[in-house]
């Protein structure tokens, strides 16, 4: 038997997860996590512009933990790690600083952009150097493949750098992994905006019930003002967009698209089948979470064996990284 190539991948617990998070990266690692050895990372050292919110911080490792158990991703086959309670983390991404120029940082627009979001508020040296952090998290499984989102590519390519350098320098000891984004790159926010996220307050969270989410579909913008029998443009109605997103039914909702286009459709009916299609997705998530929030020892267990796996990879792999670098000192006489 050939050994199974590996992902790793992650996320800041900074909240529960919503439908961006599924469209954009989840989807993915349920859908792969029976042909990749997975290593699913609860990144709490890369929080902190949350500094000043701990408790939150703390809160959100098991909100994250209960959002992967409910859609889906198999604790038994796949690794749940909590990143801090592997500090061959932090230990590797202070070996890699060495190897990525600073400007390499500076130009990276991911970390550019959340920068700017710091407004007159210091940013943390941490917050800084979490990209490389982050190429320490994929190098140190010597993960193969990182399912994320869009956004989450100038960090991949980093990643891809770095190894790059490290193999040519030294030792050939890491993959040069490849990133894979979502069917859904970048799912918008129920108010139109381009983006779903917390902060904006405009996401339908994979824990929401039925009602709450029936609530924000009908609160939902739906695009520039528009008769039921006006004709418009689907793209610019993201209700239409969640149809196509997440409607089971691909030919009834290009049916609907045609329409749109042509004679119109209401709004309030794509409403309806908006909130039917989503409540059938959600419905099975919410009854594992409801499960496994009965009983959370359950999900301690998870994070605990996940961890563990990982730290025996974390090891060996710091064993390969410190032969590399000549790190032997007390060997040599
Ligand atoms: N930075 C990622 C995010 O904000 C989370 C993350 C941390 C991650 N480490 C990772 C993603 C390693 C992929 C691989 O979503």
Redesign the pocket.
Known sequence: MTERKRI?????PTGALHLGHYAGALENWVRLQGEYECYF?I?DY?VSDYADDIARVRESVWEVALDWLAVGLDPESSHYVIESLVPEHAELTQWLGWFLPLGMLQRNPTLKAEMSEFGKKSVPVAFFT?PVM?VA??LLPRAHL?P??ED?LP?IELTREVARRFNRDFKDVFPEPEGLVGRVPRLAGIDGQAKMSKSLNNAIYLKDDAATVADKIRRMFGGPPRGADEPGNPDDNPIMLYLRAFDPDADEVAGMEEQYRTRGVGNKVLKDRLTVALNDMLDPFRDRRARYASNMRLVRDALAAGTEAHRSIARETMVMVRDALDLGYLEKY
Do not use: D, E
């Open positions: 790793l991948t992650g996320i800041r990372l990144a890369q979490y982050q998290n994929i990182v994320v989102g989450q960090h």
